[in-house]
């Protein structure tokens, strides 16, 4: 299972919108709505940010939101804040019965 | 509250074997698949190996598929990554991560291991 495709970084301004994206293919982000976010800060685990595509966890702002076409899903960080600095990567369920993961999205706040 | 804390990492020579522990309090871990996810130092994440709630069932990537096994004792709220023929690209920190809502809501604070000669 090929991992995800994410770009290698994205940056903003604070109080701007950024978006990542996550492509796969129809066996895994396109096939399903089990798709999930998590943001890494350096030398901790990760943290679950949106699963099933677009839902919130219990804690996690709204400024956070995700969407899914196709084979794509995408993550969206509004009202940027310095404290969203970090990596964030998406993972898929797949059609083998296993999760995928994208290779990660360095985010730089400016 | 709930946690997750792995044990068991280390050095290993190539070709060797080492087994990992996983060690669940603060919900019923009976009740969830749990799985292993491997990030090599300066990489991204990498799903591994999935264990159903019984542990009936398992299912893994390609890239450890008849080396890794993975298991679960209820009774005592662990999971285990039993590795064999380790290779010098199985150097990562491993975690152990429980699934909900087919996404990974609790991580462990990870064990490293380190395949070298």
């Known amino acids: 299972q090929s991992a995800l495709t994410q770009p290698a970084s994205v940056s903003g301004s604070p109080g701007q919108s950024i978006t990542i994206s996550c492509t796969g293919t129809?066996?895994?982000?396109?096939?399903?709505?089990?798709v999930s976010w998590y943001q890494q800060r350096p030398g901790k685990a990760p943290k679950l940010m949106i699963y099933?595509?677009?839902k919130w966890p219990s804690g996690v702002s709204n400024r956070f939101s995700g969407s899914k076409s196709g084979n794509t899903a995408s993550l969206t960080i509004s009202g940027l804040q310095a404290e969203d600095e970090a990596d964030y990567y998406c993972?898929?369920?797949?059609?083998?019965?296993?999760?995928?993961f994208g290779g990660g999205t360095k985010l730089t706040v400016l | 509250q709930v946690q997750l804390v792995e044990s068991g990492g280390g050095v290993v020579q190539p070709g060797r074997s080492l087994r990992l522990s996983c060690a669940a309090s603060?919900?019923?871990?009976?009740?969830?698949?749990m799985q292993w996810v491997r990030q090599a130092p300066g990489k991204g994440l990498e799903g591994m190996a999935v264990?159903?709630?019984?542990?009936?069932?398992?299912f893994y990537a390609e890239s450890v598929k008849g080396r890794f096994t993975i298991s679960r004792d209820n009774s005592k709220n662990t999971l285990e990554l039993h590795m064999d023929s380790l290779r010098p690209d199985d150097t990562a920190l491993y975690y152990c991560?429980?699934?909900?809502?087919?996404?990974?809501?609790?991580w462990g604070q990870g064990t490293m291991v380190a395949v070298s000669s």
């Open positions: 264990i159903s709630y019984d542990g009936r069932n398992q």
């Open positions: 099933e595509v677009s």
């Open positions: 129809g066996s895994d982000v396109g096939g399903y709505s089990h």
């Open positions: 991560a429980r699934t909900f809502m087919w996404s990974f809501d609790v």
């Open positions: 993972s898929s369920y797949t059609s083998s019965n296993t999760w995928v």
């Open positions: 603060g919900f019923s871990f009976s009740s969830f698949v």
